[in-house]
């Protein structure tokens, strides 16, 4: 087992490092200035122009569409049938270049690297039709559009997918949608243009049979946003995580992806790439938090001596370096697997590096809170936020408690009579 990167990820974390130090990490005060201006204004759910500008310097710099993997279809990624961008990165490639735009929130938006539009772009190259990739895929890729991915519903615990209860009924050549979703992130953004929308095609099928996913464009008659959710005050403007309603949307019934019964199959192909994703950007998230405590921690004076010869934050610093190392071990020990066996070999170390990632960011992020005193509780620094951001991930793409169990069992099974 290596872990080692390869040259061609070598030479892109160098490239991203340096995109990220010259214009990224600048741009952080223009991002807040403009998401203050725009709440002033009554315009919280425009697109940043912030993120616009920097788009262009990205794929001039040959940095997007990174997480591209070898499976999908590249010959859409620059929308013009130019393979410049197709990098076709295995899982273990693009994870260290995912903790690096992670240390930055916002900053995956500006390679088209962002969630939960990398999924659905990956669910219509893997599972999409011809006229699905044309139509979807092709400016997704492009960057010309957004999209989002109504799953969670606030009727059901949407842990067991198998609740789901959303209805998508045939009647003749179209589907019939009706059904109630939340925390549909992505689904605030004005350029919103398509929803991958998961739901029961038939209530009498086996348990994993009964549900499917299907396009919906977002203009579509019947569909209504509700209101947007906050996190801990946050409503992550103008991404947003929306609640919508569904009510006798109608779309043509070629919008099916691989088929009726097959949504279960689509969801363990999209979300097993996604926590990869997902963990690494935390890691980058828990690394900047690690530094500004570092930081923080020499600077300040409290008891007659700097922070930094604080015991109790000596153990921390130690204890942060330990835990989000041992975290980024295990992502790439996952990512090493899909890549050599397959999602379905690597699902206990899936499962456990979405226990570990959240529950080794939010903790490293608390203490650097802890060292920043009440400030890192303020808008003054960025701990509150990364925080939030930390702790939505115990319950994205499915909480702890469902992936201990799975650990669990599969531990429990190696050791059955």
């Known amino acids: 087992m290596d872990f080692s990167y390869s ?28 998401i203050e201006a725009n709440t002033r204004a009554g315009k919280r759910w425009t697109h940043l122009e912030t ?12 940095l997007w569409n990174l ?17 410049e ?44 039709s011809a006229e699905h990739k044309e139509r979807w895929l092709k400016p997704l890729l492009n960057g010309e559009i957004r999209s989002a991915f109504a799953m969670t519903e606030p009727a059901v615990a949407s ?26 992130s992505g689904a605030g953004d004005p350029r919103c243009a398509i929803f991958i929308f998961m739901g029961k095609t038939d209530k009498t099928a086996p348990r994993h049979s009964q549900q499917s996913m299907v396009l919906v464009p977002a203009n579509t008659p019947g569909i209504t946003i509700l209101r947007p959710l906050t996190v801990f005050g946050y409503d992550d403007a103008p991404h947003g995580h929306m609640e919508v ?60 001596k700097p922070i930094a010869q604080q015991g109790v934050t000596l153990e921390r610093i130690a204890e942060a370096r330990c835990k989000i190392d041992q975290a980024r071990l295990l992502t790439l020990k996952a990512a090493w697997m899909m890549d050599k066996a397959g999602n379905k070999s690597a699902k206990a170390e899936i499962a456990m590096i979405k226990v570990v990632a959240p529950t080794m960011a939010t903790q490293v992020i608390d203490w650097a809170m802890q060292a920043f005193g009440g400030a890192g509780m303020s808008q003054d620094t960025p701990l509150a936020y990364f925080y939030t951001l930390a702790r939505t991930l115990r319950f994205a793409d499915g909480p702890d408690e469902v992936h201990r169990n799975a650990i669990a069992k599969l531990e429990l099974g190696k050791h059955a009579a």
């Open 245 to 304: 309603d569904f009510v006798n949307v109608r779309v043509p019934v070629s919008n099916i992806l691989l088929g009726e019964g097959r949504g279960f199959e689509i969801a363990q192909g999209r979300l097993g790439p996604g926590r990869i994703h997902h963990c690494m950007r935390l890691i980058g998230l828990a690394e900047r938090a690690l530094k500004l405590m570092c930081e923080r921690a020499t600077q300040r004076v409290a008891f007659g």
């Open 7 to 34: 040259p061609r990820t070598q030479e892109l974390q160098a490239r991203l490092n340096a995109f990220m130090a010259e214009h990224v990490y600048p741009a952080e005060p223009a991002w807040h200035a403009e």
């Open 85 to 128: 961008f197709d990098f076709g990165l295995s899982n273990q490639d693009y994870a260290p270049l995912a903790e690096i735009m992670g240390a930055v929130p916002w900053s995956s938006e500006v390679f088209n690297c962002s969630a939960p539009d990398t999924g659905n772009m990956e669910t219509i190259a893997r599972y999409g």
């Open 159 to 184: 842990s067991d997918a198998t609740n789901i209860e959303a209805d998508i009924r045939r009647e003749g050549d179209e589907y019939v949608i009706n059904g109630r979703k939340w925390w549909t």
């Open 51 to 62: 993120i616009e500008q920097l788009k262009p310097k990205a794929r001039a710099a040959g």
């Open 67 to 83: 997480f591209l993997p070898p499976s999908a279809d590249g010959s859409h990624s620059r929308g013009d049938g130019s393979s």
